[in-house]
């Protein structure tokens, strides 16, 4: 069955770190593209970086370049999100996706959804 299965989540302070992973099964990694998304209370869910199948080009939202790195791992068949000098506005509840190869960083466009695992940076 296709699963995907989030951790790493938790509470951290101000220009602390996390590293989110996603732990895969039912998916041919190199088939499908990936991302991490976030969503905000009364906000809309947005991207936070991608890994597009079609190219292997990797996205990233604005307000997280710089600090943030996707990676994945074809051995474990994970992806994670490393999460650097992380603020107060990256306090969301992270999910990870996945969609048949070529398409945008958006949620839109992705089918498969993990459970989600929430993110809080305290001041």
């Known amino acids: 069955q296709v699963q995907l299965v989030e951790s790493g989540g938790g509470l951290v302070q101000r220009g602390g770190s996390l590293r989110l992973s996603c732990a895969t099964s039912?998916?041919?990694?190199?088939?499908?593209?990936y991302g991490w998304f976030r969503q905000a209370p009364g906000k809309e869910r947005e991207g936070v970086s991608c890994i597009n199948a079609k190219d292997g080009s990797i996205q990233y939202a604005g307000s997280v370049k710089g600090r943030f790195t996707i990676s994945r791992d074809k051995t474990k068949n994970i992806v994670s999100l490393q999460m650097d000098s992380l603020k107060p506005d990256d306090t969301a509840t992270y999910y990870c996706a996945a969609a048949p190869a070529g398409v945008l960083c958006s949620p839109q466009g992705y089918v498969y959804w993990g459970q989600g695992t929430p993110v809080t940076v305290s001041s």
């Open positions: 039912g998916f041919a990694l190199d088939y499908y593209s």
